[in-house]
């Protein structure tokens, strides 16, 4: 049985929370909030203790969830991992690159796992890909969102943005070559929309827009390959392959013919079968799994590192380029 601390409270703790009481190899030992009204709500409704010192209650837990804001998110975890404990930390890692290398350090250092909330990755049309061969060229993503008070103390980089980064760098099997990007702050004191271009050594190239100040909600990535077309809606939770046919058994979809140049090709359409998941449990039953069998996790400190450091590379280009416009 896995005993574990929550650290945060708020809008998405709670849906944590929710979770975390669905897991049978979990046990909830209470939770730290120091906003009061908030923490009277958590412990009327979910009858769970509330701890006023996070030493208090890492001292007795195994494991730590961290849905605390971005800047507290280093203090919380360098604790947990001196005190030898078991790390779910929501995205991104940390609030620099200082104190995420600073993280690195102390996981390695230690015998603790350490996965970051990168919940895309778990999201049911993102796993209806699982067993295709990702080799993408050109990556398009759109993630929009309407304007929300809530998480604006990052930037849309390191709000919205930093999910699509997670996952082209985990499907892109290549080195960046280079970034390009430009942003503006309209709402807040940090950009609000952003479009990023990323280029990778083996010639893929991935075009990025990220806004929170859309009027309609979008959350879509189309990857195109040699022979495929890829589209992945992650907010409606629905994949679609096209790509050519090469098998004359077809089940899971509908297929017609085109002239080209070279002949006729025979093009395959389908839509594969979504599971029916909830992301925050799969994550975190996941997490839970990686601790109680000692296995790695599946979204490492090393991924929320490398995640971090695209986008902060990123902010500092939309800085570069709008001091010397």
Same mark, same amino acid.
């Given at each position: 049985? $896995? @005993?574990?601390?929550?650290?945060?409270?708020?809008?998405?703790?709670?849906?944590?929370?929710?979770?975390?009481?669905? *897991?049978?190899?979990?046990?909830?030992?209470?939770? !730290?909030?120091?906003? /009061?009204?908030?923490? %009277?709500?958590?412990?009327? @409704? !979910?009858?769970?203790?509330?701890?006023?010192?996070?030493?208090?209650?890492?001292?007795?837990?195994?494991?730590?969830?961290?849905?605390?804001?971005?800047?507290?998110?280093?203090?919380?975890?360098?604790? %947990?991992?001196?005190?030898?404990?078991?790390?779910?930390?929501?995205?991104?890692?940390?609030?620099?690159?200082?104190?995420?290398?600073?993280?690195?350090?102390?996981?390695?250092?230690?015998?603790?796992?350490?996965?970051?909330?990168?919940?895309?990755? &778990?999201?049911?049309?993102?796993? %209806?890909?699982?067993?295709?061969?990702?080799?993408?060229?050109?990556?398009?993503?759109?993630? $929009?969102?309407?304007?929300?008070?809530?998480?604006?103390?990052?930037?849309?980089?390191? /709000?919205?943005?930093?999910?699509?980064?997670?996952?082209?760098?985990?499907?892109?099997?290549?080195?960046?070559?280079?970034? !390009?990007?430009?942003?503006? %702050?309209?709402?807040? /004191?940090?950009?609000?929309?952003?479009?990023?271009?990323?280029?990778?050594?083996?010639?893929?190239?991935?075009?990025?827009?990220?806004?929170?100040?859309?009027?309609?909600?979008?959350?879509?990535?189309?990857? &195109?390959?040699?022979?495929?077309?890829?589209?992945?809606?992650?907010?409606?939770?629905?994949?679609?392959?096209?790509? $050519?046919?090469?098998?004359?058994?077809?089940?899971?979809?509908?297929?017609?013919?085109?002239?080209?140049?070279?002949?006729?090709?025979?093009? $395959?359409?389908?839509?594969?079968?979504?599971?029916?998941?909830?992301?925050?449990?799969?994550?975190?039953? @996941?997490?839970? /799994?990686?601790?109680?069998?000692?296995?790695?996790?599946?979204?490492?400190?090393?991924?929320?590192?490398?995640?971090?450091?695209?986008?902060?590379? *990123?902010?500092?280009?939309? @800085? !570069?380029?709008?001091?010397?416009?």
């Amino acid at each position: 049985m $896995l @005993k574990v601390g929550i650290f945060g409270t708020g809008h998405l703790g709670k849906f944590h929370l929710n979770n975390w009481k669905l *897991i049978r190899d979990a046990e909830i030992t209470g939770f !730290y909030d120091p906003n /009061d009204d908030t923490a %009277a709500e958590v412990s009327n @409704k !979910y009858k769970i203790k509330r701890f006023t010192d996070p030493e208090t209650l890492m001292n007795i837990s195994d494991a730590v969830d961290i849905i605390a804001p971005t800047p507290v998110h280093f203090s919380l975890c360098e604790m %947990a991992i001196r005190k030898g404990k078991h790390v779910f930390v929501e995205k991104p890692l940390a609030n620099d690159m200082e104190e995420a290398r600073t993280v690195l350090k102390l996981v390695k250092e230690s015998n603790v796992k350490l996965q970051v909330g990168h919940v895309e990755r &778990f999201n049911p049309a993102f796993l %209806a890909l699982e067993g295709m061969a990702l080799q993408p060229m050109f990556i398009e993503v759109h993630r $929009l969102a309407e304007f929300n008070p809530r998480g604006t103390e990052v930037s849309v980089i390191l /709000d919205l943005m930093i999910h699509d980064i997670d996952i082209i760098l985990h499907i892109v099997k290549s080195e960046v070559k280079n970034i !390009y990007s430009s942003g503006v %702050a309209v709402m807040t /004191d940090t950009p609000d929309i952003a479009n990023v271009r990323i280029e990778f050594n083996n010639g893929c190239v991935a075009n990025l827009t990220s806004s929170r100040i859309s009027m309609k909600k979008m959350r879509k990535m189309r990857i &195109f390959q040699k022979d495929a077309y890829i589209g992945v809606d992650f907010l409606n939770k629905k994949s679609e392959i096209i790509s $050519l046919n090469h098998s004359e058994n077809i089940t899971d979809g509908f297929s017609f013919d085109i002239e080209t140049m070279n002949g006729t090709k025979s093009i $395959l359409v389908r839509n594969p079968e979504v599971p029916d998941i909830n992301a925050i449990l799969l994550e975190l039953e @996941k997490f839970t /799994d990686s601790v109680l069998q000692n296995k790695p996790t599946l979204v490492s400190e090393l991924d929320g590192y490398r995640a971090m450091d695209i986008a902060h590379q *990123i902010l500092q280009k939309i @800085k !570069y380029n709008s001091i010397n416009s």
